[in-house]
C-alpha cells in the first residue's frame, strides 16, 4: 500500500451502520441468506410472533394469506402489538418495535415465559428486508394502522376504525426483491412449517391460504393431539408396533420452568426419525434435549429388561442406542426461558441442564409405560434384540470384506475407474446404469476429474432391509467403498473420496427406479452426502436434433415441443376462429396450450379415461379431470370450446404447425445412455461446460422421510392409494 493510500484512510472512512442499515447491509447475518431459504424465513420471523402470543395463552387463530399481488400476511387474534408512547424512546410502542433491533416485549419473562425469539431483531429485519410493510393493530376498541418502507416509517400511526372489544395484530409486507433472488413464496415450503407449528401447539388454528397465480389452495391445521398426531401423521406409511406413546412434565431450572413433552412409537421399519424442538424452533442439530432423550431411552429398556428377565446379562451389555433407536420415530419438544442455540446452523440446544431435565422425566415416565404395559414393552425389548444381531452380523460382515481387502481404503473396487485428482473438492464419481454406458463414460470422461462405477442391475432397497442384508450385497459395498466415508459407527464424512456424487440412469422408467433406489440407500444411510450437497442428478437428452449440418441436444419431450413450434411459426401464419390473423406471441401461446392439452389428454387416455367425457362431467375434480378443464378454461380466451379440440380442428393445426417445424429437421430420440458414443455422453451430460444437472437437496425432513416410507417400505396399501391418488398428475415419467 502507498502512503498516499495509506493517508486516505482515516476515522472518516470507519462506517457505522445503525438499525436498518446495517440489517439492509448483511441480511444474511440475520436471516441466513438472501435466497430461498432466507425469503421464507421472513414469513416465519412473524409468524413466531403469533405463535409466541398463543404459547402464553392469548391466541388460538393465526391467518397466513400469500396475497395476489406477491406480498403475505400473517393475522392472529393475540393481544394486539402495544400502539402507546414508549415511556424513553418518545415514540409509539409499535414503532420502536418494528424499527429497532433488539426492542421488543420478551426480556424480562414478564409476557412471554419462553419464546422462539429472544433477541428482539426478528420483526424489525422484517421490516428492514421488505420494500413495504403495513400492520394493524386492534387493541383497546380502535384499529390503528402503521406503514413502512424498508424500515422507515412512510405513514405514522392513525388510528382508523373501531373494533370493539376484538384484538389482535395484522402485518402485510413485501420482500424487498432488490435484496433477494427469490422473489415468490412457495406453498410447499410454508405448509410444511406451519403445518409443524399446528402439530407443536395443539388447539392453535393455523389457516393458510394462497391467492396468488391461477392455481389456489387453501388449507387449515388444527391438531388438539398435538404432537401425538405429529408421530401418527410421520408414521402413516409405516407399520406401528404400539400405540402412541407419550408423555410430559416440567422441572425448575436455572432460569426457569423447562417443560418437556416426547412422544414416540415404534414400528416394524429400520430407520430412526428423532424430530425435536425448542420454544417451536426445529432443532435439527439436536442437543441437549435429544441428548438426554437417548441416555434415558436406552438405560430405561436395557434397565426394564434386565430386572424382567427379558435381557440376559451379557446382552444387556452388548446392546446400543443405535439398537434401542431402530424404527424409532419421537417427537421431543422442550419448552426453555432463556434458550442457549449452537452449531452450524444455530439449531443445536446448548442448555446443559435440559439433558438431565428430559433424561429424568423420560426415565420416570417410561418405566412407568412399561410397567402398566409390558406386552409393549416386550415387543420393543425383541425388536431390539434383532436390531443387535444384525449389528453384529454386519459387523462381522465388515471385518470378513476388509481382511479380504475390500473395504480397507487401500483396495478400491475392481470395476471403479477411479480419477487421478485427489482433492475430493475438485472430484466427481458418477453412478452409471449398465456396463455399456460405463464403457462409454470411462472412454469419454476427464481422467484428471472423473470416475465411473458402473452398476450392474438395481441395487438393494435399504427400505426394506436391515443392516446385515444391506452389507451382502455386493453393490451396496462397492458403493461404500468407493465414497471412502465408512459406515454406521465408523462414518467420517471427511473422508469423503469425492464432493460430487452424480447418479446417471436412463431416462425410461427403469432409470427412475434405479435412481430412487440410490437416493433411498443416501437418503437412510449416508444422509449427510445429501444435507453437504454432494448428491446430484445427471440430466442426459432425450433427443438428438440435425439441422444444415449443425447438431443439438433436447432434454425433454416438451423442450423439443417448444423448438418444433417455434420453428413452425417462423414464417407462417394462424388464423383465430374469427378469421383475423394473430401475432407471433399469441399464436405461440395459443400453440403452447394446445401442446399442453394435448399432453393431458394422451395421458388420461392411457390410463384408462375418456378424456372428453372427464371434460364434460360435472363435480369431477382433482387428477387429470382438473387439469384438463382448467387448459380447456384456458382455451375460451381465443374463443375455441372443448368440441373444437376433440373434434379434431384444433389437434390438426398444432399437428400443421408442428410438421411445418420439422421440415429439414433429423430427429433421433435416444432410448438409453449406452446409444450415446464417448465423446456424445461426455458433451451432452459430463462436460462442465456444458451439461445440466440437479443438485439433491433436503428441504423438508418429514415428507421426504414420509415419501420415501411410503414409496420403498413393505406397506402396500397406502402406496397403491398414492399411485390410485396420483396416476393422473403425472407429467414427467419418463425423464
Not at 420502536?96 to 426480556?107: E, M, W, Y
Not at 419462553?114 to 428486508?129: E, F, W
Not at 415387543?379 to 481387502?405: D, H, N, Q
Not at 458402473?454 to 426394506?464: A, F, H, S, Y
Request: glycine residues 10%; proline residues 3%; charged residues 30%.
Amino acid at each position: 500500500m502507498s502512503e498516499a493510500q495509506e493517508s486516505n484512510y482515516n476515522a472518516e472512512n470507519i462506517q457505522v451502520l445503525e438499525g436498518m442499515e446495517a440489517v439492509r447491509k448483511r441480511p444474511a447475518m440475520y436471516i441466513g441468506d438472501t435466497g430461498e431459504r432466507g425469503y421464507h424465513h421472513l414469513v416465519y420471523e412473524v409468524v413466531d410472533n403469533s405463535i409466541d402470543e398463543a404459547l402464553a395463552g392469548y391466541c388460538s387463530m393465526i391467518d397466513v394469506i400469500i396475497n395476489p399481488d406477491g406480498s403475505l400476511t400473517v393475522k392472529d387474534n393475540g393481544r394486539g402489538i402495544p400502539v402507546d408512547m414508549h415511556p424513553t424512546q418518545h415514540k409509539p410502542a409499535i414503532e420502536v418495535v418494528l424499527t429497532i433491533l433488539h426492542a421488543g416485549g420478551k426480556f424480562d419473562g414478564s409476557n412471554y415465559k419462553v419464546s422462539g425469539g429472544l433477541h428482539g431483531v426478528g420483526v424489525s429485519c422484517v421490516n428492514a428486508l421488505s420494500d413495504w410493510m403495513k400492520v394493524e393493530v386492534k387493541r383497546g376498541g380502535r384499529i390503528h394502522r402503521i406503514e413502512f418502507s424498508r424500515g422507515h416509517v412512510t405513514k405514522p400511526l392513525e388510528v382508523v376504525g373501531e373494533c370493539g372489544d376484538e384484538t389482535g395484530t395484522t402485518v402485510t409486507f413485501f420482500p424487498d426483491h432488490t435484496i433477494f433472488s427469490c422473489h415468490a413464496f412457495k406453498w410447499e415450503i410454508l405448509t410444511a412449517r406451519l403445518r409443524e407449528l399446528a402439530f407443536l401447539n395443539k388447539g392453535v388454528t393455523i389457516h393458510f391460504r394462497d391467492d396468488e397465480g391461477e392455481s389456489r389452495h387453501e388449507e387449515t391445521f388444527r391438531y388438539d393431539g398435538g404432537i401425538d398426531e405429529f408421530v401418527e401423521y410421520l408414521n402413516q406409511n409405516k407399520k406401528p408396533l404400539s400405540q402412541v406413546i407419550h408423555f410430559e412434565g416440567a422441572k425448575e431450572g436455572t432460569t426457569g420452568m423447562v417443560q418437556a413433552e416426547v412422544s414416540l412409537q415404534y414400528t416394524d421399519g429400520y430407520s430412526t426419525l428423532e424430530q425435536t424442538y425448542c420454544n417451536n424452533i426445529h432443532t435439527i442439530e439436536g442437543g441437549t434435549h435429544l441428548s438426554g432423550f437417548r441416555r434415558a431411552l436406552t438405560a430405561t429398556i436395557k434397565k426394564y429388561g434386565l430386572d424382567n428377565k427379558l435381557l440376559k446379562e451379557k446382552e444387556f451389555n452388548s446392546l446400543s442406542g443405535d439398537d434401542m433407536r431402530e424404527g424409532l420415530t419421537v417427537v421431543v419438544s422442550v419448552k426453555v426461558p432463556q434458550p442457549q442455540f449452537e452449531g452450524q446452523t444455530k439449531t443445536k440446544l446448548g442448555n446443559g441442564e435440559v439433558d438431565g431435565i428430559v433424561g429424568s422425566i423420560v426415565s420416570d415416565r417410561l418405566m412407568t409405560y412399561f410397567e402398566e404395559n409390558p406386552s409393549v414393552a416386550k415387543v420393543i425389548i425383541e425388536k431390539t434384540l434383532l436390531a443387535a444381531r444384525a449389528r453384529e452380523a454386519a459387523r462381522m460382515a465388515r471385518e470378513s470384506t476388509r481382511r479380504k481387502g475390500v473395504m480397507d481404503g487401500l483396495s478400491l473396487p475392481g470395476k471403479l475407474r477411479d480419477c487421478s485428482e485427489r482433492d475430493p473438492a475438485k472430484t466427481e464419481l458418477y453412478l452409471v446404469e449398465g456396463d455399456s454406458a460405463g464403457g462409454s463414460a470411462q472412454t469419454g470422461r476427464d481422467r484428471a476429474t472423473q470416475a465411473i462405477l458402473p452398476l450392474r442391475g438395481k441395487v438393494l432397497n435399504v427400505e426394506k432391509a436391515r443392516i446385515d442384508r444391506m452389507l451382502a450385497n455386493a453393490e451396496i459395498r462397492t458403493l461404500i467403498t468407493a465414497i471412502g466415508c465408512g459406515f454406521g459407527e465408523e462414518w467420517d464424512i471427511s473422508k469423503a473420496r469425492y464432493h460430487k456424487i452424480v447418479i446417471m440412469t436412463d431416462a425410461d422408467v427403469d432409470g427412475a427406479h434405479i435412481r430412487t433406489l440410490l437416493l433411498t440407500f443416501f437418503y437412510r444411510k449416508m444422509p449427510e452426502l445429501i444435507e453437504r450437497g454432494y448428491v446430484y442428478l445427471a440430466q442426459p437428452p432425450l433427443y438428438k436434433v440435425e439441422r444444415k449440418k449443425k447438431i443439438e441436444y433436447v432434454l425433454t419431450d416438451g423442450e423439443l415441443t417448444q423448438r418444433l413450434l417455434t420453428l413452425g411459426l417462423d414464417d407462417c401464419e394462424v388464423k383465430a376462429k374469427d378469421g383475423s390473423v394473430m401475432d407471433k406471441d399469441r399464436a405461440k401461446a395459443l400453440m403452447t396450450l394446445l401442446a399442453e392439452i394435448e399432453t393431458t389428454a394422451k395421458m388420461v387416455e392411457e390410463r384408462g379415461f375418456n378424456p372428453e367425457e372427464l371434460v364434460a362431467a360435472e363435480g369431477t375434480a382433482g387428477s387429470g379431470a382438473s387439469m384438463l378443464k382448467k387448459e380447456f378454461s384456458s382455451l375460451s380466451s381465443y374463443g375455441y370450446t372443448p368440441s373444437d379440440w376433440f373434434g379434431g380442428e384444433l389437434k390438426k393445426l398444432l399437428d400443421d404447425v408442428r410438421a411445418h417445424g420439422k421440415v429439414g429437421l433429423s430427429i433421433y430420440r435416444f432410448k438409453g445412455l449406452g446409444e450415446m458414443d464417448a465423446d456424445e455422453l461426455f458433451d451432452t451430460t459430463m462436460n462442465p461446460e456444458k451439461r445440466h444437472m440437479l443438485r439433491v437437496k433436503l428441504s423438508d425432513a418429514v415428507a421426504a422421510d414420509r415419501m420415501f416410507s411410503l414409496l420403498m417400505g413393505d406397506e402396500v396399501e397406502p402406496r397403491r392409494k398414492f399411485i390410485e391418488d396420483n396416476a393422473l398428475n403425472v407429467r414427467n415419467l419418463d425423464f
